[in-house]
């Protein structure tokens, strides 16, 4: 494994010698200072107990103080001699930091779940050792790595979440089906698996339903998670197209009824179902496996994987057929009917459902939901499959999410230190002098300028001291904070 200390920008390696001489602590904050989504200006904090768990107590421990000394210091000056040629950065702040054997460091933070206002700060970070005052801000990159993601798509969910409740209790009479109606496709088309991870596990604060079988395991070793006995994450048997070829398009009817009658007599399967003609399925196959679908122990459901979601779901009113016309849930209706509930909305009978999962967005979501409310049918009638279209179309900047410092020290004397730039909009001006987070009427907000001890007061809190972590947080907390600030 790669020595933690080289996890950084080539920048950060010389900032030691560059601050003044006699500095002894630097302070910083992480915050969202941006929202780039219409409709979002508070941020689901998520993901810094994995941070500290992997990184600070994991890959630090065993990849550089259990090692050698010699050994890593020898890497390290191997690594950025080559890297940046013959220069003074030096090793003796590296072999200090071996010899202490522990990040000398403090983090306070707000509790993950919570939702953050733009421009308030979610934790804190700051030395507690004078000779190590280089380290604060050298973890700007790995900090900023591996937090924002986990963050912006906890958020993201929280948005689907909001959007899919609301419908729900208008048009539906079981709204805890929510939970499993945003369901994550994304694994395959994250930027890594590490990307991946942390993402499907910000979906599962908001819901239940994931393909990401490694999220689980994630939100157990790092979250006090256990799917023996909670739900973590689920999912159901599911085709692909692969498997519907195979069957071959002559035969593709009783590729479906093998399925649904020999290989899952009872439960849940999902069968992808455009693979050639969508709407034969939905009007000449199903109705001659009518009988077997409706006398089957279990559900029944059709995906659709290709063209507008809205359309192909709700029905489009230019369509050039009627079966485009009326959509897949209509149709379904049409041959299986159901019951209409105490709100007057259509729900499919408990043996058929239907689920999309290509280039879902939160607007599409918002527009499938509204079309099915206005065609008369409950929107639960309906799952969506949430992908990387959504959850990897980021970046840091879609909350503008940084690591700044805003204080300081040099020769014992505090300095409130910040950036204003004259030619930005705002959204870098940073806070300015040690920070204290107040939860005024359920809303975080940033006092600045305070002294050391207003700042040992408020909402932030200890997390890490010198090497030992001093909150642990469940899934389950996080969860229920979740959901308090969703509803």
């Not at 979250?223 to 593709?252: P, Q, R, W």
Request: aromatic share 10%.
């Amino acid at each position: 494994m790669i020595n933690p200390l080289l996890l950084t920008d080539g920048y950060k390696v010389d900032h030691r010698r560059q601050y003044p001489v006699g500095t002894g602590l630097v302070y910083s904050n992480w915050t969202p200072r941006k929202s780039r989504i219409e409709g979002i200006d508070e941020i689901v904090f998520f993901g810094l107990q994995y941070f500290i768990k992997k990184y600070i107590l994991e890959d630090f421990e065993n990849y550089f103080f259990k090692q050698p000394k010699e050994k890593v210091v020898a890497e390290y000056a191997r690594r950025i001699n080559n890297y940046l040629g013959d220069n003074q950065v030096g090793t003796k702040h590296i072999e200090d930091l071996h010899d202490l054997g522990y990040i000398p460091m403090v983090i306070k933070a707000l509790p993950e779940g919570a939702s953050v206002p733009v421009r308030v700060p979610m934790f804190t970070m700051y030395n507690t050792l004078p000779n190590f005052f280089w380290l604060t801000n050298y973890f700007e990159t790995l900090v900023s790595a591996v937090i924002w993601m986990p963050c912006t798509s906890a958020t993201i969910a929280k948005q689907y979440r909001k959007v899919l409740d609301k419908y729900a209790a208008e048009t539906s009479s079981i709204p805890d089906f929510v939970a499993w109606q945003g369901h994550d496709f994304s694994m395959r088309g994250m930027a890594g698996i590490e990307a991946a991870v942390c993402s499907a596990s910000g979906h599962l604060l908001s819901f239940t339903g994931t393909d990401t079988i490694p999220a689980i395991d994630f939100l157990e070793k790092y979250y006090h998670a256990n799917s023996d006995k909670e739900l973590i994450g689920g999912s159901v048997s599911a085709t692909e197209h692969s498997v519907m070829c195979m069957g071959t398009f002559e035969d593709e009817l009783e590729t479906f009824r093998r399925l649904i009658c020999e290989v899952y007599p009872k439960g849940i399967v999902s069968i992808v179902s455009d693979t050639w003609d969508l709407w034969k399925v939905l009007t000449e196959y199903l109705p001659k496996l009518k009988t077997e679908i409706i006398n089957r122990e279990g559900k029944v459901v059709i995906r659709p994987d290709s063209g507008d979601p809205v359309d192909i779901i709700c029905g489009n009113p230019n369509g050039k057929n009627e079966n485009e016309k009326k959509g897949v849930i209509e149709l379904l209706w049409d041959t299986f009917g159901g019951s209409i509930n105490n709100k007057g909305f259509k729900e499919l009978i408990p043996q058929i459902g239907a689920i999309y999962g290509d280039s879902i967005t939160i607007e599409r979501a918002t527009q499938i939901c509204e079309r099915l409310k206005a065609k008369g049918f409950a929107s639960t009638n309906i799952v969506l499959g949430i992908g990387s279209y959504t959850y990897q179309y980021n970046t840091r900047d879609t909350f503008g999410f940084a690591m700044k410092a805003t204080y300081g020290e040099v020769n014992e004397e505090g300095r409130a230190i910040f950036k204003d730039p004259i030619t930005d909009d705002g959204t870098k001006k940073s806070a300015k002098g040690l920070i204290k987070i107040e939860l005024e009427e359920g809303i975080y907000q940033l006092k600045d300028q305070v002294s050391w001890e207003q700042e040992k007061q408020g909402a932030l809190r200890e997390i890490l001291r010198d090497g030992k972590l001093l909150v642990d947080l469940t899934l389950n907390e996080i969860r229920l904070r979740v959901r308090k600030t969703s509803n």
